[in-house]
């Protein structure tokens, strides 16, 4: 693994709005950053990513079906007791999945470590499925690139797939916060892959959606909602006003409701305690474990809903190195043991490793100044060479 740095193209501003990508800059500063990529050999991605990858997707489908059969790993979670029935019949009724993304620390000399897995609403798509691979074809023909140069990268037929077999030729509804420009841009370029999937789409915020008197959702021209898209964290939707609704609506969601399960950062001590030493986990516990004083001094200081780094804080002999600012933290903590990203330059990476339609299938890459990734770390594109 090594950053090169590189010429960027002069057009690639035009290039990325021309698809949709206008969030490729973020309050003046640059989210899309050319001027250095990330080069690996095939071995690395086969041993470090692609294998972990899909073995780590069926370690998480078996912590599920643990925490499904044992309450007490439930309320461990946070999870609201109203919601374990419904969650419990979307996993026993096999509600399909059709994404996630696992973030590691990666140097290149050891196994990757699992920092969390974003199992539920995953962004990057668009900079991973097209616009990383249209720069990867444009760097070849730029000769910044050996013509042999290849990239692990097959999310967008793996989406279109996944999205093919879940929908069936249905409707889909997608939603979100609308106002963000970063999710309408995922969401408009998740609607052009379910229109090559075949299926009928809606895009509408998240505050349009209604209930008819039965309960049943329905968009703003009061159609069913069967098929829903949402860019909308479960534990976002279970606080709502329409949270109540949940369990008795007649809508099949993507993501399933077990996956409020993986995107719990509970679900990294889980795995310490089904899979302990594994090579691709760090040592991680519930805070009020009395195991989590074997961390020591150092550790990342994690709350179980915490997103785009908010709230995470880096504990170094016992001070705080770094933390993201946020509104988590009411529902608890974990401890992980630290990870230190390898820095490139000044630059901490993260490796994101994707799965899409039960399959590893893609790489992102994303980098800050500092140790903690946050939403307005710069993505940077990857390359296979040798």
Excluded at 73 to 95: E, F, G
Excluded at 189 to 210: K, M, P, W
Excluded at 353 to 358: K, P, R
């Amino acid at each position: 693994m090594q950053r090169i740095a590189c010429e960027e193209r002069s057009d690639w501003r035009q290039s990325a709005e021309a698809i949709g990508f206008d969030f490729h800059t973020i309050d003046g500063e640059r989210y899309w950053d050319e001027r250095a990529y990330y080069s690996f050999t095939l071995a690395e991605i086969e041993n470090g990513f692609e294998a972990p990858t899909a073995e780590l997707d069926a370690m998480c489908l078996e912590a599920v079906a643990r925490a499904i059969a044992d309450d007490q790993v439930m309320r461990r979670l946070a999870i609201p007791v109203q919601y374990w029935n419904w969650i419990a019949r979307s996993w026993k009724t096999s509600q399909p999945s059709l994404y996630g993304r696992f973030d590691f620390s990666y140097d290149g000399r050891g196994p990757a470590k699992l920092l969390e897995y974003n199992a539920d609403t995953p962004t990057t798509l668009l900079e991973t499925g097209v616009f990383q691979w249209s720069w990867l074809e444009q760097s070849i023909e730029r000769k910044v690139l050996p013509a042999s140069a290849d990239q692990y990268n097959s999310l967008h037929d793996h989406l279109i797939s996944g999205l093919k077999t879940i929908g069936q030729g249905r409707r889909l509804h997608l939603t979100a916060m609308m106002d963000s420009q970063e999710d309408a841009g995922n969401i408009a370029y998740l609607e052009d892959c379910a229109r090559q999937a075949g299926l009928t789409t809606n895009v509408l915020s998240i505050e349009s959606i209604g209930k008819d008197k039965a309960g049943h959702f329905i968009d703003k021209d009061s159609r069913p909602i069967d098929l829903l898209f949402k860019l909308y964290p479960w534990e976002w939707m279970m606080r709502e006003s329409f949270g109540k609704s949940l369990s008795g609506s007649t809508t099949q969601f993507i993501e399933p409701p077990w996956k409020a399960i993986l995107s719990n950062k509970g679900i990294l001590p889980i795995l310490w305690e089904m899979f302990p030493n594994h090579p691709n986990l760090l040592p991680a516990y519930f805070e009020s474990d009395p195991q989590a004083a074997t961390l020591g001094q150092s550790y990342v200081r994690k709350p179980l809903y915490s997103r785009e780094g908010a709230n995470v804080e880096l504990v170094v002999d016992g001070r705080p190195l770094d933390k993201g600012e946020g509104p988590y933290g009411a529902e608890g903590f974990i401890r992980q043991a630290a990870a230190e990203l390898p820095a490139f330059d000044g630059n901490y990476a993260v490796v994101g490793s994707w799965m899409a339609n039960g399959a590893a299938c893609g790489l992102s890459i994303r980098e800050d100044r500092t140790p903690i990734t946050r939403n307005t770390s710069r993505f940077l594109p990857h390359a296979i060479i040798g």
